[in-house]
């Protein structure tokens, strides 16, 4: 059921006009294996478990502040399997900056969001 939702979401994604699709929406593959470290925290030690995520993320830009920051809303649905087995809904509101010097080699980016609960 979950690789069905996954595989439509991807399709209706794909079949949006282009206009909208190369600037406003954005589809993410992404997975993971789960440390029980917080990200912030310093001199840490990397726990990882027997725990990872595998999903797909759907973004749309609705803010463009100039040539720097986009603003974005992100819908997740993630397969959690190994010590977890569950399926996850997430949405969230990112700030993306889009600006580097290397982009004309390899295209970057980097967001920090939070939950929008």
Excluded: C
Excluded at 16 to 28: D, H, M, N, Q, R
Excluded at 56 to 69: C, E, R, T
Excluded at 87 to 112: D, G, K, M
């Amino acid at each position: 059921m979950t690789a069905k939702l996954l595989l439509a979401a991807l399709l209706a994604l794909t079949s949006a006009p282009a206009a909208y699709a190369e600037k406003e929406w954005a589809v993410t593959l992404l997975g993971g294996q789960y440390s029980g470290s917080k990200l912030l925290e310093l001199g840490a030690r990397l726990d990882f478990k027997n725990s990872y995520t595998a999903g797909l993320a759907v973004s749309y830009q609705f803010v463009d502040w100039g040539p720097h920051i986009r603003w974005e809303r992100e819908g997740q649905m993630l397969k959690h399997f190994g010590e977890q087995e569950h399926v996850e809904f997430a949405s969230s509101i990112n700030a993306r900056w889009i600006t580097f010097p290397w982009n004309r080699y390899l295209e970057t980016s980097v967001a920090i969001g939070g939950d929008s609960r």
